[in-house]
């Protein structure tokens, strides 16, 4: 039988969906999360990882070169592909917010807003009738407002260490974040049984997982 290609970002969100697909019964190497292999095979389940980028994940699946992926919704609001999202897998929570410098108003005339989200962030910006000018950035966002970049940031924010430790503070929450299963639409309908059998098993992982 033809390997099933799973796309997932290296680091910690493969560390905890390797745990969730272990709950559901998958057999996966103990040591698979330690190497720095980008293609990680395993025989015993038909299932072949491939470890991109967050941001890439959901290309190799619109391209149909894996057939699912693990991707956070941050990533999946910000492209709008084509990929089908089977399960919210309820790992690596975090959020969107916008922040800044504390008791700061934005400029009056066309306020900066650095970010690696210039979708979300525009549209964001957009819904409250505010014009903004987005200027994008590709990590450490929290360096723009406190370098004099930009008025605010629109950022992802997990345990608020970054903003703390940087002197920032949060304005508004734009949405809650968790990672995603999803599937390629053609690659669904060709390994329609496998990929329904493992939506199956990890959704009941994720509700045990709950109690
Ligand atoms: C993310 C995010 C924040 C930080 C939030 O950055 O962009 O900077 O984590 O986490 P915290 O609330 O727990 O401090 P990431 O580590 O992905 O690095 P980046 O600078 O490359 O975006």
Redesign the pocket.
């Known amino acids: 039988m033809d390997f099933l290609t799973i796309a997932m970002p290296k680091g910690r969100i493969f560390e905890e969906a390797a745990e969730l697909m272990k709950s559901a019964g998958f057999q996966l190497p103990e040591e698979m999360e330690d190497s720095r292999k980008l293609i990680v095979e395993v025989p015993e389940e038909n299932i072949r990882f491939i470890l991109s980028k967050p941001m890439d994940v959901p290309v190799y699946v619109e391209h149909g070169v894996a057939d699912i992926g693990v991707a956070g919704k941050d990533v999946l609001l910000e492209q709008n592909r084509s990929v089908m999202e089977l399960l919210d897998l309820e790992i690596s929570y975090c959020y969107l917010a916008t922040a800044g410098l504390p008791n700061t108003q934005m400029n009056d005339v066309a306020p900066r807003i650095a970010t690696?989200y210039p979708v979300i962030a525009t549209s964001f910006y957009k819904e409250k009738g505010e014009q903004v000018e987005i200027i994008g950035l590709n990590?450490?966002?929290?360096l723009a407002p406190m370098i004099g970049l930009a008025d605010r940031i629109v950022?992802?924010?997990?345990?608020?260490?970054?903003?703390k430790e940087n002197g920032l503070v949060e304005y508004e929450k734009i949405a809650d974040i968790t990672s995603r299963l999803i599937a390629n639409p053609v690659a669904y309908r060709l390994k329609q049984q496998r990929i329904l059998d493992l939506t199956k098993r990890l959704r009941q992982a994720v509700e045990e997982a709950d109690v």
Do not use: A, N
């Open positions: 690696k990590g450490s966002i929290e950022d992802i924010v997990s345990t608020g260490r970054t903003l």
